[in-house]
Each structure stands twice: as structure tokens, then as C-alpha cells.
């Protein structure tokens, strides 16, 4: 109960640290933001020695040298009743965002949405994984000593304390790990109407053309594949390839029927079925057949067949002749669709996912007889808007 209660009393400093305004000014966002680089610096050994125990990328640099250009009024384009107006979209924050990192990059995976979440003026509750129990309790010791205490808690504990966090109602919930627990999550944050950013997972397959280069193909599969355990969202999950050049892509390794029980969740692990298919047709039936990936990728050097597997499936990101390589570009938004996530971020993409983009219109008073549109009017007005705005 003494667990419980603190984590509302954290919650609710949060909230109103928010509503003081502490975060609105560009400034204190970038302070925070050399405080948050200053302790990764500072810490790099113990923050390394944790992750260790428990089995960075730095996006503060892109968001501190661009955050008064991404806070900036963006102009809007007007139409005919709005053309002496000032038309703008001004990003602004949300409020307290609950951020729910995972076990497998306990750093990465919950400071790189705290980082937007600090750029677009919000406060933010973070709770990281308690599976990775050393880095956890080093982000609570670290966090307050370097960042505003009140805007930015941490909650450590396990699922109880998962429980009351959802429980409480947030301005936008950030959730990575597994698709079970993403509708629990989502099933919460429904109950207060509150947003989510689930980044989830799924099967993300990997398809090798029998003619592209089968020697490098298979190379750059087995490092993503395998890298930290092939515990990681984005791995390839499993390979499609014709029966001609199975044996060449792997010799050890059973075919795996499409109904085995690998073939029903994530594997999240050091195992990488291969699955015949007739043809790249097939490949892309059997791909359109299950629920949409986290990733696809396609070793192929066709650019005609690059275009149509692009075209003819669907994917929260694809890489061709690669893997995983498309998480490292801030420039590419990352994230899910379906089943494998919904919302997406990085570099700019975090904070545009967690600001609210305001619709302003900001019209003079004087020039009435110009703009004289009374009630009386107003049907019509409405009526004539799409033409107005289409120009017909």
C-alpha cells in the first residue's frame, strides 16, 4: 500500500510540476537535455556495468540542436476566406507522459522516448522493466540527481506497480514490449480516453531471392539475427527462400512447417526457422497471410521485384539487402502497424508523437465590412467550404 500510494503522490507532482508551466519555455527543455547527456557521460561505466549484469544511442544531440526549430509555429496554407488571416499549427505538450520501457535495451528503449518527451515540454513518469532489475534501480538513483525530480520520476516494482501506473490517468501513454501485454496496456489507457504509442514486435520475416548474393545475404542475416541473444523487436524472425538454395542458406537447420509453434509468436531468441516458398509471389502470401511485422526484409538485387514486394505487402519499416539497420537513421520514423505497434518515433518523430499539434487562426477585428459573415450566413458558408478549398 506505501508502494502504491507513492507512485499516485509521484504522479501527482508530476501533474502539477506540469501545470505550473516549468516545462513551456525552450530553455529549461534544453537544460534538462544537458542533464540528461551530462549523467550518460558521467555514468557511462556504471550505466554499462548494469546492463551487464542485467544479461545508446544519443538522440539528445539532434534534439538539442533542432528542438527551436521543431517548437516553432508551423505555417498552414489558407484558403480564400482565411487569406489576410495568420495560419499556423503550433506543437505543444501534452502533459505527463507514462513511459513503460523494456527488459532487452533498458537504456535505450526508455530514454530515447524520454528525451521527446522532454522536448516537446512534457513531464514524464518512467517506469523501466523490472526484469532488468540493475539498470532499473541505477536509472531511479541516477534520474533525480541530474533532471527535475517532480517532472520526471521513476516507478521501479514489477507488475503491481505496472497496475497503478495505468490505473492513474495520463496525458499519453509509451509502451514497448510484447504485443499481450500492449492490449493491456492499450484496454487501460482506453478507460481515461488516453492516447497510446505501443512499440510492440511480431514475426518479421526475411525473404532471399535465389539470385542475389546468398553468401553476403546470409552473412548480414546472421549478425541481426543473433546480436544480444536475438533478443531485439526488429531481428528477422524467420527466412522465406525457394527449396533450390535452402541448402545454401543453411545446412543444419530443419525446414519448419508454417503450423509449427514457431511459426505462431515471436521467437524473441537465437533460433531462425527457414520456410520454403514456390516464389516471390508466394513469399508475398505468405507474408499478407499473418498479422503485419515490426519489420520485413528483402535480399534481393531486382529492382523491378524490390518495387512490387515493397508494394504488395505491408510492414512498420522495410529494409532491403540488410537488417535492422533502418533503427539507427533519426531521420526514419520507427515503429509498428497492426499487430506490431501503432505510433512511431525517433529524432523528430518523438516529438512530434508527443506534442499536441494546436490549429490556430488568428484574424484582426478591423476590415469588418470585409469579413461582415453573419449567423444568417453561415449555412451557405459551410456549404460552399470544399469549393472554396479545392478552387472549384
Known sequence: LDKISSISLAVQRAKEAFLSGRTRPLEFRLQQLHALQVMI?????????????????????????????????????????????????????????LIIGAWNYPWALTLVPLIGAIAAGNAAVVKPSELSEC?????RALLPRYLDKDLYPVVTGGAPETQELLRLRFDHVFYTGSSTVGKVVMEAAAHHLTPVTLELGGKSPCYIDKNCDIRVACRRITWGKFVNCGQTCIAPDYILCEPCIQGRVVELLKDVPAHSRLMQDEIFGPVLPIVTVSDMDDAINFINEREKPLALYIFCSDKKAIKKMIEETTSGGVMVNDVMMHYALVSLPFGGVGQSGMGRYHGKHSFDQLSHHRACLVRSLGMESSTDFHSSSLPTLFHLLPALTTGH
Do not use: C, M
Not at 539498470?135 to 536509472?139: I, N, V
Open 41 to 97: 557521460t558521467e555514468k557511462a561505466t556504471e550505466i554499462a556495468t548494469a546492463l551487464k549484469q542485467d544479461i545508446n544511442r544519443n538522440e539528445i544531440k539532434l534534439a538539442t540542436e533542432k528542438l527551436r526549430e521543431w517548437a516553432a509555429p508551423r505555417p498552414a496554407e489558407k484558403n480564400l476566406l482565411t487569406i489576410s488571416d495568420e495560419v499556423y499549427i503550433q506543437p505543444e505538450p501534452l502533459g505527463v507522459v
Open 135 to 139: 539498470s532499473s534501480l541505477l536509472l
